[in-house]
């Protein structure tokens, strides 16, 4: 924020010794006390912590707070004191966060995290080891690549034998770790791109020679991506980014239970395998939609790919940790077959932000990504950042991998089993109560509602194509209008979005995604009250 | 590590409620009294933390260590109690990290912290916002543009009617934070590939159609990237991602001084703009060059990019942050002409791991890779996840805004300062023994040099083509086995890399990074003391 110029005359870091001073620890008794106040508050008292000092200032408008925030210069001098600075993130800035840990915010995949996760990340910059070389990280590489074959041994449960092999072999690659689900569904389609178009007898291969001369040499036009209309929308980033275009990606339509239908995959295979000069790059399954948290029918996909020699690629960014459970792995059934995994460590894994994870089955695959340099990641090394998109990194792994020791699969699962029975339960509160309607069930632990008025329930029932258009352009601007004013008001938090269905016009949807183990049903019946209060009060009477 | 099951019959986590419990706080006051122990030495006794736990124990191997971290199962119940794995963290797993901090570990770009930035990555994690959109970050996100700003107008210069326009504006994007130079590097060369196959008539842009349609519609070949030898790996990995290719990447000699040679530079420009079918997508400048410190000219690579209008990408990864010096932010002269500038903010930053920075002297520059989706980043909005590479991500951007309220560009200027002139002063050093020779004097506080008895340097004086090839082996393989039994006594570390210059053999040499304000030249001769005794004890006598 913008403040006065500390005087001139006397600079807080006065020279080398006290600079010195200042790298080492607090300047002084005082400045360390403060630090102490602050720090054993988030360490130890983290859930009260949050719930008193974010997002609990009177709503300040954005305009507001960015006219607070327009000073581009940087000072010479300090402008202030350490302890000073501290105190104002905390009573200056973090009021006008998100508290993303209160059990009232329910509207995003982010929210409270165990408290032991901040000691965890305290240990991990400390440390600040770098996880691209052994020479940065050394026992924290080979910690990572145990992590990592933790976690693949739970998607693919493959037998002690290949893991024995695997894990800790330098030229095995079981996956990698990377900072988000984005990065890791790019890693998954890089490889499966460089896959695609190999180096042959006359040509280097994609990575080498690039998509025009791939496309020359092997002789086709264009390769698409199959994913349902849920996809995120990082693969069709990741369409753009790795040069075969976002428009490759193809959306399949979906049934009615936002699964993909797999006739509609099927028939689209083989349209496209009848077009000499298209190549199809990857199917993608979605194991957790972003914005119905469904999940894609995995072993009719990985058969179709199976068939058809095709890359199968499942996106469980959100729904992975729920293999961890005994009573819900089902639902991810066919996850197994998939030839690459996307799964984050900070959504259901509860890391802070970010971390994410790219897992493949056979762990020979990255090795069309490699690349080496003279000082770091020579050929036969160690190094993690060998197959990797990202160069320096931390090590988020130690974090999983103490979490999976202190939680167990039991303790997530507890987690994850909460979540989704809790979602049901919500499910069951929105059909009682009349003036909503659910709009997609959890499969998971994300659901999706409307505000529709009973009036509109049967007016639908009988509306011609253009009277329900209306209708429903109707009943869209109620429900953004009261999500927008429950989000100002500032108590509660549901996101909204946009579904396409097929055969309906787009529909404006409150979305819910419970995954706060605080987050219980009499919370929610109260959100709900809460919108069904403004909803009289703006649109009755 | 392998450590026997816990008794099935106690569970950890008995029940909910007992998880509910391990969420928010220790579980009892013995478990919170070893917790603040330790996180009380992490926070406010850093650096005798670091020297005393890490990296300390007798040097155990990478095989012995490996068998430690084999079991890839899961256990259903928690393996141990929360201060139990702290402690094992701490007291078994660290000891075999590597420790960055010590003054003696002058290798890599990875060094000691500021113990403060401890502190604010805990209140980072403890607030778990993400950026990737103001619904989960509100204030974060405003402060987030303030930092950009701030950076921008490091490098740029731009006038304050400039930075007022555009600090807190909607539709401008000054830059990015990434997760490190090489998404920097690589979502720069993303914009850069956009830019020169953008949308036009019967052509949706190289994003949305691919580089196959790009080059079809441009009636080009291939599209290149011109960089001098010393450039990062991530540029050639950028060209693979990025479709056009990782042979893409053409080098540019270097001159005596290890910087890019404009002559051969503006040669290689006049020979590809002849040949129609090849475009320059490209030319890139490092500032700290990552095995040598060395700068470009940067003033004449943008003149050479201005005359031919390529996009001009300067790589300041390492070297940026010297632009607080007044005394040497000249060295970087030119930097402001850039298109784009890659900065880390974990490298002269000294942030934690990890963190980086892309910036766009075009405010505009970054819509041709704007994503958007139903439920999050609507056009329009201020969401930072519009036009980025990454999706989630923490806000790294309230350190680096805290580290300048607390250091100023003064205390930056100290730290920069004392790297360059203690390079300077080893580099005299090493110049005084006889046993060594400077290969690359330092330019910014990044130095190499080898092993060169005097025997060796009269021969090599004299000596044919075949000769020096020979003695140049062996000095080679003397300089790697000195910089490994070095490195495996513990004590101190330096790095090696091989280097090649034009019209001699590849030559090993020894790469020292002086970036800790705890390394003075008294360390640094003990280093050079230790090396000439292991050259001794195993190459003389």
Known sequence: MTRKQPDPAKPLVADWDALQRIFIRPEDEASRASLVKYMEQILFGLHDFLGRHVGITREASLETLAERFKE??????????????????????????VNVASPYFVGHMTAAIPFFMVHLQTIVAALNQNQVKLETSKVFSILERQVLARIHRMVYRLDDGFYDQHVQAPDSTLGGFVVDGTLANLTALWVARNRLFPPADGFDGVEAEGMAAAARFYDCDRCVLLVSRLGHYSLRKAGGVLGIGSRAVMPVDIDGNSRMDTAALRATVETLRKSPRTRILGVIGIAGATETGTVDPLPEIAGICRENGIHFHVDAAWGGPTLLSERYRHLLDGIEQADSVTIDAHKQFYLPMSSGMILFRDPYLMDCIAYHAAYINRPGSVDLGIRSLEGSRPAMSLILGSALEIMGSGGYALLTEHGIETARAF???????ELFELVTPPELNILTYRICPPAFRSALRTAGEQERQRLTGLL?????????????????FVSRTTLQRTGQPDTAVFRSVIMNPMTHIGILKEILDEQEAIYRRHFEG
Chains 1, 2 share one sequence.
């Open 72 to 97: 581009s210069r940087i000072n010479r001098n300090p402008e202030r004191k350490l302890a000073d600075v501290i105190r104002w993130v905390i009573e200056e800035v973090a009021p006008h966060g």
């Open 476 to 492: 869209n601007r109620i429900t953004v209008m009261v999500q927008r004013l429950q989000r100002e008001s500032g108590r509660s």
């Open 427 to 433: 499910a069951d509160e929105i059909r009682r109560r």
